[in-house]
Nanobody, 117 residues
């Protein structure tokens, strides 16, 4: 089993910044892609950003140019630097990791990000 624990969420004014972290622990054989997803009230969970083991990244159009995903493989940790935050970024942010040869997917419990206008 792999456990993912997110941190770094909080309340920030529009235009502000937050940095989310997600640390993986447990029976980690190999972490392939890692990513961040978010779910706002009444909406479906959506992709925010992903990063492969080779550091290739992918972003939702709504966050391009404002958010940056990165990872530290030695620490089994993925980060999301969020700048110029907007009220529409308010959501619970979930960390995801795909592990092993079967790319089994694991999820964290989420961290709340609230952006006030």
């Amino acid at each position: 089993q792999v456990q993912l624990v997110e941190s770094g969420g909080g309340l920030v004014q529009a235009g502000g910044s937050l940095r989310l972290s997600c640390a993986a622990s447990g029976s980690i054989f190999r972490i392939n892609a890692m990513g961040w997803y978010r779910q706002a009230p009444g909406k479906q969970r959506e992709l925010v950003a992903t990063i492969t083991s080779g550091d290739s990244t992918n972003y939702a159009d709504s966050v391009k140019g404002r958010f940056t995903i990165s990872r530290d493989n030695a620490k089994n940790t993925v980060y999301l630097q969020m700048n110029n935050l907007k009220p529409e970024d308010t959501a619970i942010y979930y960390c995801n990791a795909e592990c092993g040869s079967l790319n089994r997917s694991y999820w964290g419990r989420g961290t709340q990000v609230t952006v006030s206008s």
